[in-house]
């Protein structure tokens, strides 16, 4: 099963406001080896090579903060989504 | 400005376990959780030991909603193409209640149902955003525009907590101190899971894997049986995914795991009803955070609660235990009226003399002894082929095994100096 299809069995409420923010500049300017790409569980980044950007998929986020403690640069402010939006785990 | 008592936040089992021992105080409580319920944002690998927090909670587990006792516990060391497993079950883990598997949705969502009948309080979809501070004490919690006073703030926000780092009492999150679980839930029929694990119905087997499940990095895979579903996943350091050369998406790993022939008849037929990820805390003693400050106490989780011990993981009993000590801690305060550093240090002192912080002090070198990656991939995958020799019979005459064993041992370089070294230290652990 692909990645996007688990991530499809999970109960989102989803906010239009990102609760991820990316500091482009510190991205492109220090960051090297962008780990954001591979530590995230729901596959969630991606860099747009057209527009410089690094992107993130902040609807599928399982909140679980491994990009903003693998982000040594500092460049993902990450705080929990707001009340009433987010994962909802129907097991956990 | 009006104050209530105890502000506690998060809604998981230690902030649960918190508020229940505190229910009974006459004291008035408020649990806020930013989910849509208790539990809704929690993920467990995983099971619960119910013996080391017997003598705390009391009534507090009546009829919860466990899955299964477990009864089988098994390790297996996996190689490239082929494993080693220890199979246990005994009278005495299938006759006494020693632990549970558990779904932290149904089961922290019951818990808090079970509080609300006491009169506590408990708030979801309430994302906390900042303390209140007067003259360098904690005096409540800020919700967008909201604010609630309280005389101790409790953060029972987990892993990540934002409430201790606020606090000033929170270590900086290093990525060595933290792994991150990947978790599938694979329903499949009640009977199934009897027959495919070999136990009974409300009989459970846990089970452990360590080598190429992680491509040798720091971390495992498990698996632990519900009721009418698997719990399957990985955990993986986070520096050791950093680390890696050539790197590796941390997802990928759950599929190569599945895709294993010990795991993919396991699982045949199941359906997938949820993909979760969590943090860990796994730096153990050394990463502790500060316990207690001027009216607020850290617990569960957020206080790094969490032990590897290589041979099983245990989070929720010390999130129990340390969520019903930091109570009493504030039903003594009330009783001085007195919320300061210095009162509310009598949490810490309690808890030393507790499993909570004797277990992680006297496992205080494990986590050095796990930081290296010979056990997680020059072990795994030796010890599977040496038997892999000794018990293949080919056409050649078969040599002695004594000689197998050396000749594999000498081979494989598990005999030089430093690994012989790395072994002697286990008596440190």
């Keep these: ?92 | 400005m009006e104050k209530i008592d105890v502000v506690i936040v998060g809604g998981g089992l230690a902030g649960l376990s918190c508020a229940y021992a505190l229910a009974s105080s006459g004291m008035q409580v408020i649990v806020l959780e930013r989910g849509d319920f208790p539990g809704s944002k929690n993920v467990t690998g995983g099971r619960l030991y119910l013996l080391p927090i017997k003598k705390f909670i009391g009534d507090m587990l009546d009829g919860a909603p466990f899955e299964r006792k477990v009864v089988r516990e098994r390790w297996s060391l996996l190689g490239n193409t082929n494993s080693l497993t220890i199979d246990f079950t005994s009278q005495t883990f299938r006759k006494e209640n020693h632990s549970y598997t558990i779904l932290r949705s149904s089961f922290d969502r019951w818990l808090s149902e079970k509080l609300m009948e006491k009169g506590i309080f408990v708030i979801p979809k309430y994302r906390v955003d900042d303390l209140l501070w007067e003259n360098g004490t904690v005096v409540g919690i800020k919700a967008g525009n909201e604010e609630i006073y309280a005389h101790v703030v409790v953060a029972a926000d987990g892993a990540l907590s934002f409430i201790a780092e606020k606090a000033g009492l929170k270590p900086a999150m290093a990525s060595h101190n933290y792994a991150v679980g990947i978790k599938e839930i694979i329903e499949l029929p009640e009977s199934i899971i009897n027959d495919r694990f070999n136990i009974e119905s409300d009989q459970g087997c846990a089970h452990l894997f360590i080598g190429d499940v992680t491509k040798g990095m720091f971390g495992g895979g498990f698996l632990y049986t519900n009721k009418k579903s698997i719990s399957l996943g990985i955990v993986v350091g986070i520096q050791a995914l950093m680390e890696r050369a050539p790197s590796i998406e941390a997802y990928t790993l759950l599929d190569s795991f599945k895709e294993r022939y010990e795991i993919k008849r396991l699982i045949e037929g199941g359906v997938i009803s949820e993909y979760s990820a969590h943090l860990i805390p796994e730096a153990g003693f050394s990463g502790l955070s500060k316990l207690f400050g001027n009216g607020i106490l850290v617990i569960g989780d957020a206080a790094g609660f969490a032990l590897n011990m290589g041979i099983t993981v245990r989070g929720m009993e010390f999130a129990i235990a340390s969520g019903i000590i930091a109570a009493e801690t504030i039903i003594k305060a009330k009783e001085m009226n007195d919320f300061s550093h210095n009162s509310l240090s009598i949490y810490e002192q309690k808890l030393k003399e507790t499993f909570v912080i004797k277990d992680l002090y006297t496992y205080k070198n494990i986590r050095a002894f796990l930081d290296n990656n010979d056990i997680f991939s020059l072990y795994p995958k030796t010890l599977p082929d040496l038997v892999e020799k000794i018990m293949w019979f080919g056409e050649e005459e078969k040599k002695r095994i004594s000689k197998t064993l050396w000749n594999s041992l000498k081979s494989s370089n598990i005999l030089n100096f430093k690994r012989l070294k790395h072994f002697y230290s286990i008596k440190d652990i």
């Design chain 1, 1 to 92: 099963m692909k990645i996007e299809e688990k991530l499809a069995l999970n109960a989102f409420k989803n906010d239009k406001e990102s609760h991820i923010r990316i500091h482009q500049d510190i991205c492109r300017k220090k960051c090297k080896i962008r780990y954001c790409l591979y530590v995230c569980p729901g596959h969630l980044y991606s860099f747009n090579e057209d527009t410089n950007e690094m992107v993130v998929e902040f609807a599928g986020c399982l909140e679980c903060g491994t990009c903003k403690v693998a982000c040594k640069e500092g460049a993902i402010e990450w705080v929990y989504p707001k009340g009433d939006y987010g994962v909802q785990y129907r097991y956990g």
